[in-house]
């Protein structure tokens, strides 16, 4: 099991300054929140899915595709049954409420594989340098990329546990909801106590190393705006204002709908 | 104050952790100068960790607790700065290498510590290259280290510290979790280091045969230095060692029972085999025959197959071929311990025996029924598994509690599972523990526990992942006796281990495993005698069976060889 999204490949969205990554991602996030219409949010995912392949990262798609079906699948009920519109479908579910669903479902979606493409495009230690160049303090970044990292720490460190009680005879696929949940007590305990512990060796580490031994420091990864940024940051912001405008003017909301 | 102007100088030092039942550290007066290399020893709890700490400032800076005395830096106090400043003249390495990882290159990890220090971009890729060319990762700088073996995991740890260029390096229990060979690769580095550029070297250590190369030899015991002496002398002294919880050289063992005075006893099975010799003493083979015939006898007992493994491969779904061709059978009352290098794929091949895996090709029958038809709940009726660290299987308030869960989760009544954890308890040498908290109990303890939850179920077989990892002499030894007694009470026992003595001494039968193929497989006393075939699969045999394998008779423990010995 690979421990990070993140994978080691020569693409020139790979070699963008993390600056310029951070700033597709947010305007990716942007685009996938002015739209109400299920037709121009899967546009918006056609778009995210179009970048992951030109970074030949979609083969991570593999690692979350239960997590986005899961997401989409309760979206869309839960919007079918609470939301309400002008025009009945079947028993109570309107037809703007079910497509309101489909939008929110593709919406998240489209958001989470961009955050996907990201981590798969972007060491943690970009992000720090990223962050810093942003002139946030260095402290601070580390954080953001070391939480970064503690996510598939936990996770390996949890599927070893869960070896482990299952071969004491845990059972976490039968039983009600509520059952289930106290299930993974045993889960739960051991995962917290270790990575308890184990943070608590990573920092000594940290300080052992020297970290914050000097309020500056320099990085040996090296990053600069080069030409390709200036024209992709040029591009994006274009095609920002264009949907921004086209969102102004009326077009991809989504008539009929009401909470 | 007297001269303080040794690479470390440590005076009256003691220590209370926040919390603490009593002093971590006592009273410890401790010099060490430029470019010694002194080993640590003594059993877990003594302190050996506490006082690495306190070299580079984390004690009193970072660990909350009180400290008395004072610890000097090449003349420096450590009170006096922040770790940081000391960071780089001390390097510290901490004994749990995977938590001290976290960049997402070998390159990155390695530049952390200088970008740290402001060191310019040119320098540091030059620091890189040496520093990965000196613990021989030349050619990693793009590999994620979570994809590293265990030995380069921890070499990596080591360059980590290194690019720092500190004068004095401190390992705690740098080979702990290592296959024999990655243990002497860690060593050969720090040898190489010490000899070349006059580092100063501090290494925590628990096994002996890794001392051999160490000016000094210090041993701490309940937080207070009971010897510190050149390292030859402490070597020889095998009352001190044993009082300690420290396993003597087997040889210097040997040669001490065998009534050879102190100053002359050999350390190292070449010299060993020099003094035997010398001293006309000689294997006598009848007797050795004897021991043959034993293993043999032994051998006749044991009853019908429990686990057969035919022809087995296994791929991950990534592609990798963890196991291929492998055919075993386990039979009613063996004792089988299965070895290899880190990632040889010993591991993966005895989850196929409980169920968390299956075979890709091949069949693997436990009781005569193919393993996918059973499940891993049926399988666990059956096959106990212990896992190589008991943290990650304790989560109850007490003892009894922890013991209680798997025949409770089986839905036995109350006065079952009652007499169950009774029954699991004594066996592990644990009654009236039940009510304690298991995570307030020693490594040791926490081990034995985890034992006592899965003999609660009664299983047929026990198999028991690295049962002697991160445990002293004396509690290897108390580990691996109760092990012995389960066995002689019936119990069919698998072990994966990389302590060699604990095969010789204990297991029936070895099988070793090298690039996902058995390489070797007979009884113990067979497999140790192919030391070619052994370090191919980057395993050492112990000492004393290197000796006898030298005089042309494998023998497996200091007593065997004493048995077999005829005095001049």
Known sequence: ?259 | MGDASGALSVRGLGYRYRGGKGHALKNVDLEIGEGEFVVVMGPSGAGKSTLCTAFNGLIPHFLRGRMEGDVFVRGRSTREGKVGEFAQEVGLVFQDFEAQLFSTNVALEVAFGPENFRVDHEEMERRVEGVLGRVRLTGFEGREPATLSGGQKQRLAIASVLAIEPRILCLDEPTTDLDPLGKLGVFQIAEELRQREDVTLVVVEHETEETLDADRIVILREGEIVADRPAHEVLRDVDLLEESSVMPLQVTRLFKELGVEREELPLTPQEGVEEFRRRGFSVNPERHRELIAADEERGREYGEPVIEVEDLAHRYPNGVVALEGVDLTVRRGEFLAVLGQNGSGKTTLVKHFNGLLYPTEGHVRVGGEETGKQGIRKLGQRIGYVFQNPDHQIFSDTVADEVAFGPKIRGMEDDETKERVAEALRAVGMEGYDEEDPFGLTKGGRQRVAVASVLAVRPEVLILDEPTTGLDYAEQRSMMDLVRRLNEAGSTIIIVTHTMWVVAEYAHRAAVIRQGRVVLNGTVREVFAEEEVLRDASLRPPHIVSLGNSLGHTVLSVEEMLRATEEG
């Open chain 1, 1 to 259: 099991m690979a421990p990070s999204l993140y994978l080691d490949r020569d693409t020139w969205i790979h070699r963008l300054d993390p600056r310029t990554k951070m700033f597709l991602l947010l305007g990716m996030f942007v685009l996938a929140f002015v739209f109400l219409s299920p037709v121009y949010e899967a546009v918006i995912l056609l778009l995210v899915l179009f970048f992951g392949y030109l970074a030949r990262s979609l083969s991570n798609l593999l690692r979350i595709w239960f997590i986005l079906v899961v997401i989409a699948v309760f979206t869309i009920i839960l919007w079918s049954i609470f939301g309400s519109g002008r025009t009945p479908l079947f028993l109570f579910v309107e037809r703007e409420a079910l497509l309101y669903g489909i939008s929110i479902a593709l919406r998240i979606d489209a958001t989470v594989i961009a955050g996907m493409v990201f981590l798969s495009t972007t060491r943690n230690e970009e992000v720090a340098i990223g962050l810093v160049r942003l002139s946030i303090p260095y402290r601070f970044a580390f954080a953001v990329s070391t939480a970064l990292r503690l996510v598939p720490t936990v996770a390996a460190t949890g599927f070893t546990i869960s070896e482990a009680q299952r071969s004491r005879g845990l059972d976490l696929e039968s039983g009600n909801l509520i059952q289930r949940i106290r299930k993974y007590l045993p889960l739960l305990v051991p995962v917290f106590i270790s990575t308890v512990r184990s943070t608590n060796v990573f920092s000594m580490a940290l300080e052992s190393k020297g970290f914050g031994a000097s309020a500056k420091r320099t990085f040996y990864f090296q990053t600069s705006i080069g030409r390709r940024d200036v024209v992709v940051l040029v591009v994006f912001v274009a095609l920002l204002v264009v949907t921004l405008a086209l969102r102004v003017a009326g077009y991809g909301g989504l008539e009929g709908f009401t909470r």
